[in-house]
């Protein structure tokens, strides 16, 4: 019997091999029914459209969305992070999700028995609002849980990742070939039904290795947080700038993609099958993440990601058939997997421990508040130019984010005297 094999230990907790599949397990269905419910949501453009709601109107109430992202998802951040738990915080906020998403279906015009059941759109939108407050920092929150957990536990991010991938492209794949415009109010039901295995999974990782909750005195002051290091980092400064620039034009081409497909003679209704395709293609990049990370720097891993976003936007500008649309997709399914393999570590490399939950958080809401400029102005520009040429624009936009980026490092380097030293990820 090998003994070595017996007493070795796992991650920086030094856990047994059954702990760490345990750990695994847990971790893996968090991350595979999660991005299964985040799927489902995929379909609130679609609702709103065939709701009746015009393209405008759609910008106007996605720029909403980003609106309370703005101030929810750092408030969630600094929450995980006074607690010590962004794997509670980020509970609080699933269960806040799983009780208002259904809301927003019910704004639909419904008759029961002969008896007209009318929905608003000032109501759509107050739900809209309530809804956003809890899901607009869970994405940050359940990837830095994951990273986190897979560092103690000596599991490989890569692989739990990969399998929120997985649980968004079997779903999306499945709604793509029952889904019209009649069935759209049910994804809202179905995104809320998903987070209930999630939720069991995130409770079972209560005692996971390193996982401990600050009660009563041991939270942390908001004053003794000292938030004010992340803006003293040039290099954090620098990130938040970039995302805020590459996520006007990013937040557009989510948001709009249902006008691009319909434009080369697509059915609308098939936005979750494109979707599936580029998912199934961020799945590679993760599982072969660990080999990235030996030649790719996470910064150059953004990098990369960000010029194969721009191609495939400007490519969509040249398009006349939902098969190309199809095609170039994969750009953009490769981008998110450099995307997914070296944002979450980035952050981490650059911010405090003891704030990675309000640095990722901070980052989302600095996305949020560029998805409010992107949404607000594209329905109009779209009107005004119409979507392929607007495509154009965006592709060209996020290069030129990805240029700005690189020159930032630059100055920061020259100019600041500052070279880049990652803090470790434990």
Sequence with gaps: MDTAAETKTYGTAGITKKEKLKWGHWMGMSEFYYWMAMACGMYLTAFLKSSGVSVEMVGVIT????????????????????????????????????LTYPLIALTRNYVISGIPIIGTLPVMIIFVIVHRFFTGPSGA????????????????????????????????????NVMSDKYYYLSF??????????IVALINLKNMPGEVVARGKDRVKLKDMHLERLLKDPYFVSYIAFAIIHCIPQ????????????????????????????????????????????????????????????LQAIASGYINSFGALIAITTLS?????????GTVKYILTIAPRDLRATAQTSVGAAQSGAGILGNALGGFVIAAVGVKLFYKYLGVAIILSCVLFVLSHVFIRKVLKKEFVPNPID
Excluded: H
């Design 189 to 198: 039901y179905l995104s809320s039904a998903a987070l209930v295995p999630t």
């Design 141 to 176: 929150l359940i990837d830095n849980t994951a990273l986190t957990g897979c560092v103690r536990t000596g599991n490989f991010f890569g692989l739990i990742r990969s399998l929120g991938s997985l649980g968004w492209v079997i779903i999306l794949i499945v709604m793509a």
């Design 251 to 310: 937040m557009c081409i989510n948001t709009f993609n249902i006008y691009l497909i319909e434009s080369v003679g697509g059915d609308i209704a098939k936005v979750g099958f494109l979707q599936a395709y580029r998912a199934a293609f961020e799945i590679p990049a993760l599982l072969i993440s660990k080999k990235l990370d030996k030649i790719m720097s996470y910064r150059n891993m953004i990098i990369t990601s960000s010029v194969l976003y721009g």
């Design 333 to 341: 399914g490769i981008a998110s997997g450099f995307t997914q393999a």
């Design 63 to 98: 720029s909403v969305n980003s609106a309370v992202a703005i101030i929810a998802t750092p408030l969630w951040g600094s929450i995980g992070d006074r607690l010590r738990s962004p794997r509670t915080a980020l509970l609080m906020c699933l269960f806040g999700y799983a």
